[in-house]
């Protein structure tokens, strides 16, 4: 099992900034991809921003240029520098990685999710 735990969420107004942080933990042997996605209410889950264990990073139309993510290989973190906030960014957003880890006894891929962290962006 691999567990992921989120930080950083909350309420700040339009154009402020905001930087969510994701701890892996667990019996990992590698982190091949880790990211964060959000759901709005109403809205299915979509994809922020991912990043490779290269450090190749991808993000969504909406983010790209206000948006950074960035990760620590040797502490297992992803980290989300989230700028130019605007109220349509207003979401849950959840850290997501997959890679092989070690599971009874034997190695196997997952696909792990964090709880989610609120971010609200209002005047």
């Known amino acids: 099992q691999v567990q992921l735990v989120e930080s950083g969420g909350g309420l700040v107004q339009p154009g402020e900034s905001l930087r969510l942080s994701c701890a892996a933990s667990?019996?990992?042997?590698?982190?091949?991809?880790m990211g964060w996605y959000r759901q709005a209410p109403g809205k299915q889950r979509e994809l922020v921003a991912t990043i490779t264990n290269g450090g190749s990073a991808n993000y969504a139309d909406p983010v790209q240029g206000r948006f950074a993510i960035s990760r620590d290989n040797v502490q297992n973190t992803v980290s989300l520098q989230m700028n130019a906030l605007k109220p349509e960014d207003t979401a849950v957003y959840y850290c997501n990685a997959w890679g092989i880890a070690t599971m009874a006894g034997s190695t196997k891929p997952y696909d792990s999710w964090g709880q989610g962290t609120q971010v609200t962006v209002s005047s």
């Open positions: 667990g019996s990992i042997v590698s982190i091949l991809l």
